[in-house]
């Protein structure tokens, strides 16, 4: 997709009023110094006169006296303040603090935000991110985390040692990573904790030596011992501190790139004065052509920085996953500025080592950074396994473009009774769900149906599921199509299920259901109730039906299940998913009753006989359906109805039409159909919406990352903030 680099002219205004400071202000301040501050008296000076020019924390929200820049905007500000070592630090724009401002107004409780977010943006105290750990602790692998945070009266005891921790001397508080759960090398586990400096169990320890200095406040060894903090020292929640710090690590990479391009700019406006006058073999440098390859070169890896910062600042502002691209201009850039800094001292010939100019130590400050915030092998480690994924899925997708005939005429030819040979395959549906696909011998006709491409929620694409309930269905008087064969990841690179095919219509859209009377809607709507009250009248108690799930505690499963699925696949930060979570935790109730959940019903879910609407020929999708609360369904039913849910649908939706009967008269329908009180409805509605958001955001992703198959997905992540509002609502009704 094409990126727009221009920036807004109130941006462009700011960027170069940013540069007017640098060079009057700060410039002279650096020189003189080394670019080192010598002291905190320093910094704040530098920071009054910042706000006195009115450039001050243009990362911040107007709120906190900032100026609320996104991410695109935010490239072309730091980029001018990183001219000079100490822009940044005058801008209040430095490392951590840049980061930790970013993370906190993103995931502070209100009270947070008050005691530590608005004197961090205001520059009144520096904090720093107590994350990195001695060997083998936590670096490179985050999973290595070592240090621990254990359960105490009032609050927690954090045990630990950290190093590498950025501005800890002189710093007002820290935030920490500690472990609340697992081991060292156990995915997850861990929580994030806002620590005052002046805990008696927060030690602050020795400068670690390096090439850089001028990151104010230094590199830190940092012990916690007996480090008691109340439970309001949580940031965030309890064991979600990876995922919180993705909020985080993302934009710090890129604003680092930023950074240090102005400092790469820098150089190379250095070694362009220079070699434009200085004189050699009888002509300026600048004419001579292998100066002027490295001035070009340096160009280009200035150019090629910048856009590859502008795509992934942009991906981030539309609230898309941008791991690969921050990898990919982090990477770039950290090793592009190395190099512009290296021609532009090589340019500049003795004088570049001395101590004349500040090449020198622009040189030793941007080393680090190919280490700093992940080494660049890290990076390109995590860049491969992301394309070689890719790949992977590609090869693995199953549709007439790919799908191996060979081998699926092997497996017919082996397992289904009567085939003639000779098989194709039409698809059929491109992804919102499993993906589904017309086979036929020229005489027969199956469904096959398999998980959607680049699944994140495994679980609810269970094969095996759909082809158990099918045939444990048959008979039972619950319409379902025949169950024929199912197949592991061995023939076709995923497990697939194949079932007869049901000729009948399927009503999906608005346009679906034009063809259909009024009298006829309502009809197929009662219908459809009446048949899910029949499924949730089959006998569970002996088969194989009662095997399909564990009754017990399903409706507190459910909720934890489908907040942890929220968690697997979000692209961006919702607070009312959060929210939401939190009052479902609540209000959660004892169950009514159990029987077959279907998990997923709604009308594009049934197949209609074709002369008689009404007639349900075979509900499908069956791949969600487990034991449980019965009115888990009817309340998922409903949400399907919300005209919120529109844009999951391609935005025209047979479900959500105006002309279907009200969610009232539905509800009534099934309590007569199935003899069930229909009790703790707010509470039902709230976990379908959290369902329905959660199944939204899951397409949304897939789609982002090039998932999805066929036309009407662009839209429907906009579905999924909506859907969480409605159940906050829905549960307080």
Same mark, same amino acid.
């Given at each position: ?13 700011? +960027?170069?009023?940013? *540069? ?87 995931? %502070?409780?209100?009270?947070?935000? /008050? ?9 009144? $105290? ?94 830190? /060894? ?48 250095? %070694? ?18 292998? *100066? ?29 996953? *941008? ?32 101590? @004349?100019?500040?090449? #020198? ?12 915030? #992940? ?31 060979? %081998? ?9 009774? #009567? ?87 399927? $009503? ?76 479902? @935790? ?54 399907? #109805? ?24 539905? $509800?009534?329908?099934? +309590? ?15 976990? +379908?919406?959290?369902? %329905? ?34 159940? $906050?609502? *829905?549960?307080?009704?």
């Amino acid at each position: 997709m094409a990126v727009d680099l221009a920036q807004d002219a109130d941006v462009r205004d700011l +960027a170069e009023r940013t *540069a007017r400071f640098i060079r009057e202000v700060v410039i002279p301040v650096e020189e003189t110094h080394g670019g080192v501050l010598p002291s905190e008296e320093a910094r704040v000076q530098l920071q009054d006169a910042a706000r006195a020019a009115g450039v001050f924390a243009p990362h911040a929200s107007p709120e906190l006296g900032g100026h609320g820049l996104d991410m695109r905007a935010r490239a072309a500000v730091f980029e001018e303040a990183g001219y000079s070592l100490l822009g940044p630090i005058a801008l209040n724009i430095a490392a951590p603090d840049e980061g930790n401002v970013h993370m906190l107004a993103r995931i %502070a409780s209100e009270e947070q935000k /008050e005691r530590y977010l608005a004197p961090l943006a205001a520059g009144d $105290v520096r904090s720093c991110f107590a994350m990195t750990e001695p060997a083998p602790g936590a670096g490179s692998d985050p999973d290595a985390l070592s240090t621990t945070a254990t359960r105490v009266d009032g609050g927690w005891r954090i045990d630990g040692r950290k190093w590498f921790t950025t501005g800890a001397d002189g710093a007002a508080f820290a935030i920490v990573m500690a472990r609340t759960t697992g081991e060292p090398g156990d995915r997850g586990g861990a929580t994030m904790f806002l620590v005052d400096a002046d805990n008696p169990g927060m030690k602050v320890g020795r400068h670690i030596p390096t090439l850089d200095e001028s990151l104010f406040g230094g590199h830190l /060894e940092v012990e916690f011992s007996d480090c008691r903090v109340p439970d309001d020292a949580v940031l965030g929640e309890v064991d979600q501190g990876y995922r919180y710090a993705q909020v985080r690590l993302g934009p710090a990479r890129l604003t680092h790139c930023m950074r240090w391009l102005g400092i790469a700019r820098r150089a190379q406006d250095i %070694a362009v004065a220079w070699a434009s006058e200085r004189e050699v073999f009888g002509s300026r440098l600048a004419d001579l052509g292998m *100066a002027q390859a490295m001035i070009a070169d340096n160009e280009i890896d200035i150019a090629a920085s910048r856009g590859l910062i502008l795509q992934a600042c942009w991906e981030l502002d539309r609230g898309n996953p *941008a791991g690969s691209q921050v990898s990919i201009a982090k990477t770039f850039t950290a090793e592009a500025v190395w190099r512009v800094v290296d021609r532009s001292l090589q340019l500049n010939g003795g004088r570049g080592v001395s101590g @004349d100019v500040l090449l #020198g130590r622009f040189l030793r400050e941007v080393r680090p950074f190919r280490i700093y915030d #992940g080494p660049s092998e890290t990076h390109r480690w995590s860049i491969a396994k992301r394309t070689v994924g890719r790949y992977r899925r590609e090869q693995a997708r199953c549709g007439p473009d790919g799908l191996d005939l060979a %081998a699926l005429d092997t497996f017919l030819t082996a397992n289904v009774d #009567g085939y003639r040979g000779g098989v194709t395959a039409e698809l059929v549906s491109g992804g919102r769900s499993n993906l589904t696909y017309r086979v036929t011998d020229g005489t027969h006709v199956w469904i096959l149906r398999r998980p959607p491409l680049g699944t994140l929620t495994p679980s609810a694409h269970d094969m095996g599921r759909e082809f158990r309930v099918t045939a444990a269905l048959a008979g039972t008087g619950v319409p379902v199509a025949p169950a024929v064969a199912l197949a592991d990841d061995s023939v076709l690179g995923v497990p697939f299920a194949l079932t007869g095919f049901v000729d009948g219509i399927v $009503v999906r859209s608005e346009d679906d259901l034009a063809a259909l009377d009024d009298p006829t809607v309502h009809a197929v709507a009662f219908s459809l109730v009446e048949t899910l009250a029949a499924l949730h009248a089959v006998d569970v108690t002996t088969g194989p039906l009662a095997e399909l799930g564990r009754p017990a505690g399903y409706l507190r499963r459910q909720v934890e299940r489908w907040y942890g699925q929220w968690q697997r696949v979000a692209t961006r930060e919702i607070p009312d998913v959060d929210t939401l979570y939190r009052l479902l @935790d609540d209000t959660c109730p004892a169950e009514s009753d159990h029987a077959v959940v279907h998990g997923d019903f709604r009308i594009d879910n049934a197949i209609l006989d074709a002369g008689h609407p009404a007639t349900i020929r075979a509900l499908v999708d069956w791949e969600m359906a487990t034991l449980g609360d019965p009115l888990a369904d009817l309340a998922l039913h409903s949400v399907y #109805g919300d005209p919120t849910f529109a844009p999951v649908l391609a935005g025209s939706a047979a479900s959500t039409s105006s002309r279907m009967p009200s969610t009232a008269e539905l $509800v009534e329908r099934y +309590a007569v159909a199935s003899g069930r009180t229909v009790r703790h409805w707010e509470f039902h509605r709230g976990l +379908a919406y959290l369902k %329905a958001a959660v199944i939204a955001e899951g397409i949304h992703a897939r789609h982002l990352r090039g998932d999805t198959r066929g036309e009407g997905f662009a839209t429907v992540g906009e579905a999924t903030a909506p859907l969480a509002e409605a159940g $906050v609502v *829905a549960v307080h009704a």
